[in-house]
């Protein structure tokens, strides 16, 4: 098996986090290597940037009206993606144990489409702003993973997460802290990137509260990208089995699913008191699957 087939593999039966990550990465490397031959021999088709970025400038908006979608794919600087990958990877497994992969895309999609609207609202209403409407570009995937870390944030408020030099932190203090940054950087020179984050922030924060009530609101993303995945899957074909297998009894399946419920209660109580990374592959696996 080559690269590229372990690359096909890895993707195909890889979860829907690394499957993010793998999109991120790729669209990463794709742009730069193209960049790279467009500036060796002096070939200007198109600015890539430009492609993939979102303005704030509602008249060129129009013109790349499918950016709201990529700009939360696409990342200029190498050490841009590394960073939101790392904090991808972390926040994206602390969210996976609570709620499905569905909900991981969909949340993923959502945020980064309500920080695309928070940035345009705030940098074609707010005078502020007014001067670098004209040339402003949204990019990154950093709003669409706050918006994972503030679910994951509001979900488990006291579960810890230790931290290069702080040691171990809350993660509801980590949400705060990473939603005052963005407060205090409104007047930054990443200020269309700060006001973005507030906006994907608080579509994390309404998912879990809308969820403790029944709803999900990322529900509708679902709907539209399971029409899409539907409309280009070719129909597997029928095949009727020789024969069928036993199936379980009723009580062989309750008894089932209480010992299930009581591993995965035991599992979570041993991550309240001795933290996530405590737990063994073989825990992590079952607490993943639970939630698929």
């Known amino acids: 098996m080559n690269f590229i087939e372990q690359l096909k593999y890895r993707y195909k039966n890889g979860n829907t986090l690394f499957r993010l990550i793998y999109i991120n990465v790729g669209v990463f490397l794709v742009v730069a290597l193209f960049s790279i031959f467009f500036q060796l021999f002096k070939i200007n088709v198109v600015d890539l940037t430009k492609w993939f970025s979102m303005p704030s400038n509602l008249s060129q908006l129009v013109k790349c009206f499918w950016t709201p979608l990529t700009y939360m794919f696409y990342h200029e600087k190498f050490l841009h993606i590394l960073f939101n990958m790392l904090v991808l990877f972390w926040f994206g497994q602390l969210f996976l144990m609570y709620y499905s992969e569905k909900q991981l895309l969909s949340l993923y999609i959502l945020g980064g489409l309500s920080g695309a609207a928070f940035y345009l609202l705030g940098y074609n209403l707010i005078p502020y702003y007014e001067a670098a409407a004209y040339y402003s570009l949204l ?16 979900r488990a408020p006291n579960m810890e997460m230790r931290l290069l030099l702080l040691g171990p932190v809350k993660l509801k203090w980590i949400a705060i802290a990473t939603v005052l940054i963005s407060l205090f950087g409104l007047t930054s020179a990443n200020a269309g990137g700060e006001i973005a984050h507030l906006g994907s922030a608080l579509a994390g924060y ?9 709803k999900d609101i990322t529900l509708f993303i679902t709907k539209i990208i399971n029409f899409f995945v539907n409309l280009f899957q070719p129909k597997p074909k029928v095949v009727r089995p020789k024969f069928h297998a036993q199936k379980m009894s009723s009580e062989e399946y309750n008894q089932k699913k209480a010992n299930d419920e009581k591993e995965i209660d035991r599992i979570l109580d041993k991550i309240k008191t001795s933290g996530y990374e405590s737990l063994t592959a073989e825990e992590k696996k079952l607490l993943f699957d639970q939630k698929r």
Do not use: Q, T, Y
Not at 206 to 214: A, D, H, Q
């Open 139 to 154: 990019m990154g995937a950093s709003g669409s993973i706050l918006a994972i870390l503030v679910a994951s944030g509001v």
């Open 206 to 214: 309404l998912f879990v509260i809308s969820e403790r009530k029944g």
